[in-house]
């Protein structure tokens, strides 16, 4: 064990619960919180280690992690060979200039990623965090129309409900207007949405098959309207998971990179979420045999071991940038050595322990236990691929009437589920997103909790 040079600071080093929770309460601005959340917010807590599935906090209390996370502790907690990797790394070179200089990590990294992503991807932009990645897709898309003398391609289409990231861009280009739109707006110029193949609620109240999957050639639709001369990229997550866990029917994708190719526009496929297992391939794009133009990585990638993120890129993508037609973008963090090592040991493990099979075998298994769930009142459908699931929650199964997602009952739900030792949220729809490791004991002890805390909360509301 390395010994750790005491910090001079006025949080003494044996501080106990109490003393922690108020100075974090004081000095940390949880993320889409209010100033105060850890101590005013039951389900905020102090995280001490974890192992695998399971996460335990300060108090010793034990939860089973079922949102892996954020949607990324793929391999699972507390896996010691990422630390030391990490470790060497750091001790030797922890980092070079991102413009001017690169490291071995980052070039085996890269070259990796290359031979595991899909079809022709290649050429690797790296960055901090899911956002980076997509504000970074979103430039690169812009400056490939402009070195090709199309400068006026600048619009972005997302699709409503989508999920790509907090800044400013990334905001932008997501389907999220209500929650931003009183604080934030204006928006990016040129960003656009189209409805999701969200088939439980299709904006179009159409039902598939006989919908001739219509939510996809909207796109060209929309296209058209604007003037493709207009139009730079096309982003879409291929399995959303801010949606609600929607997966497209098998049209949609094969459909939507037709349309981009008709028109001349860029598919960036975000697969923030769904890369590096998830879905039970190593990339869901591979599901439909997807190969996006530019594709965004991040979450899996480390699986959270170390912020890593990248926006990878096919050879027609890059091609104009040649000479002096520089990227005009640039992070210091991208392709910090002590991040790529991280990613490069998690990477490694996948391979060498099936990780992505056992996500497919598990994430089948998972499926048909929740499945029981729909006996629930509150249980209106359970769908997902992989380990990238969902419950959805309604008051009435006929209406499909949505839960509020601020509302006193979808609080007591959350509170419910942490009271029974179950980490997740719930909103319109309670995601479950496990590390892949996850066994089949632990996907029964999942749905039981789920089940309980769903008796309850249904007991307690008069849902019969
Ligand atoms: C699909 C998708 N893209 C992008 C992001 C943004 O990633 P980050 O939070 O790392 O900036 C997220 C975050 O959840 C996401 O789900």
Same mark, same amino acid.
């Given at each position: 064990?390395?010994?750790?040079?005491? =910090?001079?600071?006025?949080?003494?080093?044996?501080?106990?619960?109490?003393?922690?929770?108020?100075?974090?309460?004081? &000095?940390?601005?949880?993320?889409?919180?209010?100033?105060?959340?850890?101590?005013?917010?039951?389900?905020?807590?102090?995280?001490?280690?974890?192992?695998?599935?399971?996460?335990?906090?300060?108090?010793?209390?034990?939860?089973?992690?079922?949102?892996?996370?954020?949607?990324?502790?793929?391999?699972?907690?507390?896996?010691?060979?990422?630390?030391?990797?990490?470790?060497?790394?750091?001790?030797?070179?922890?980092?070079?200039?991102?413009?001017?200089?690169?490291? =071995?990590?980052?070039?085996?990294?890269?070259?990796?990623?290359?031979?595991?992503?899909?079809?022709?991807?290649?050429?690797?932009?790296?960055?901090?965090?899911?956002?980076?990645?997509?504000?970074?897709?979103?430039?690169?898309?812009?400056?490939?129309?402009?070195?090709?003398?199309?400068?006026?391609?600048?619009?972005?289409?997302?699709?409503?409900?989508?999920?790509?990231?907090?800044?400013?861009?990334?905001?932008?280009?997501?389907?999220?207007?209500?929650?931003?739109?009183?604080?934030?707006?204006?928006?990016?110029?040129?960003?656009?949405? =189209?409805?999701?193949?969200?088939?439980?609620?299709?904006?179009?109240? &159409?039902?598939?098959?006989?919908?001739?999957?219509?939510?996809?050639?909207?796109?060209?639709?929309?296209?058209?309207?604007?003037?493709?001369?207009?139009?730079?990229?096309?982003?879409?997550?291929?399995?959303?998971?801010?949606?609600?866990?929607?997966?497209?029917?098998?049209?949609?994708?094969?459909?939507?990179?037709?349309?981009?190719?008709?028109?001349?526009?860029?598919?960036?496929?975000?697969?923030?979420?769904?890369?590096?297992?998830?879905?039970?391939?190593?990339?869901?794009?591979?599901?439909?045999?997807?190969?996006?133009?530019?594709?965004?990585?991040?979450?899996?990638?480390?699986?959270?071991?170390?912020?890593?993120?990248?926006?990878?890129?096919?050879?027609?993508?890059?091609?104009?940038?040649?000479?002096?037609?520089?990227?005009?973008?640039?992070?210091?963090?991208?392709?910090?050595?002590?991040?790529?090592?991280?990613?490069?040991?998690?990477?490694?493990?996948?391979?060498?322990?099936?990780?992505?099979?056992?996500?497919?075998?598990?994430?089948?298994?998972?499926?048909?236990?929740?499945?029981?769930?729909?006996?629930?009142?509150?249980?209106?459908?359970?769908?997902?691929?992989?380990?990238?699931?969902?419950?959805?929650?309604?008051?009435?199964?006929?209406?499909?009437?949505?839960?509020?997602?601020?509302?006193?009952? =979808?609080?007591?739900?959350?509170?419910?589920?942490?009271?029974?030792?179950?980490?997740?949220?719930?909103?319109?729809?309670?995601?479950?997103?496990?590390?892949?490791?996850?066994?089949?004991?632990?996907?029964?002890?999942?749905?039981?909790?789920?089940?309980?805390?769903?008796?309850?909360?249904?007991?307690?509301?008069?849902?019969?």
């Amino acid at each position: 064990m390395a010994t750790q040079l005491p =910090v001079i600071s006025s949080l003494p080093s044996d501080a106990g619960t109490e003393m922690l929770q108020e100075a974090g309460s004081e &000095h940390i601005w949880l993320h889409g919180a209010s100033r105060r959340a850890l101590l005013e917010q039951t389900d905020k807590r102090i995280l001490v280690e974890g192992k695998g599935c399971i996460v335990k906090d300060i108090d010793g209390n034990e939860f089973i992690d079922a949102l892996a996370g954020l949607w990324l502790v793929n391999i699972g907690h507390g896996r010691r060979e990422i630390g030391e990797a990490m470790a060497a790394q750091a001790s030797t070179l922890a980092y070079a200039s991102s413009a001017q200089a690169t490291t =071995v990590p980052a070039i085996r990294l890269a070259t990796l990623l290359s031979e595991i992503t899909p079809g022709d991807l290649s050429t690797v932009f790296f960055c901090s965090g899911g956002s980076e990645a997509v504000e970074s897709a979103v430039k690169i898309a812009r400056q490939y129309h402009y070195f090709r003398g199309e400068p006026k391609r600048q619009k972005v289409i997302g699709r409503r409900g989508s999920y790509h990231g907090a800044t400013y861009g990334a905001m932008s280009v997501s389907g999220t207007r209500q929650m931003n739109e009183p604080y934030h707006s204006p928006f990016m110029p040129g960003t656009m949405h =189209v409805s999701p193949p969200y088939c439980y609620r299709c904006d179009y109240r &159409h039902t598939y098959p006989a919908c001739d999957v219509y939510c996809a050639d909207a796109v060209g639709q929309m296209i058209e309207y604007e003037g493709p001369q207009t139009v730079a990229a096309v982003i879409a997550e291929p399995v959303s998971a801010s949606q609600g866990i929607v997966v497209p029917p098998p049209e949609y994708l094969p459909r939507l990179r037709d349309i981009c190719d008709r028109h001349g526009v860029l598919l960036i496929a975000d697969e923030v979420i769904n890369g590096f297992g998830r879905t039970g391939k190593m990339f869901a794009s591979e599901h439909w045999e997807l190969v996006g133009d530019i594709m965004t990585l991040a979450k899996g990638l480390s699986s959270g071991y170390a912020p890593i993120a990248a926006a990878v890129c096919r050879p027609h993508v890059v091609e104009p940038f040649a000479g002096d037609n520089k990227l005009s973008h640039l992070l210091t963090f991208g392709g910090h050595a002590v991040a790529c090592a991280a990613a490069l040991t998690n990477i490694a493990i996948m391979q060498d322990e099936g990780i992505v099979d056992n996500a497919a075998a598990m994430g089948t298994y998972m499926r048909e236990q929740l499945e029981q769930l729909r006996s629930h009142p509150t249980v209106g459908d359970v769908r997902g691929i992989g380990l990238l699931l969902g419950v959805e929650l309604v008051k009435d199964k006929t209406s499909k009437e949505k839960f509020p997602m601020e509302s006193e009952e =979808v609080k007591t739900l959350n509170e419910l589920f942490i009271e029974n030792g179950l980490l997740t949220r719930a909103t319109h729809i309670i995601s479950l997103s496990p590390p892949l490791c996850i066994n089949r004991g632990e996907v029964d002890r999942i749905v039981d909790i789920l089940d309980r805390s769903l008796t309850a909360f249904e007991s307690k509301y008069g849902y019969h």
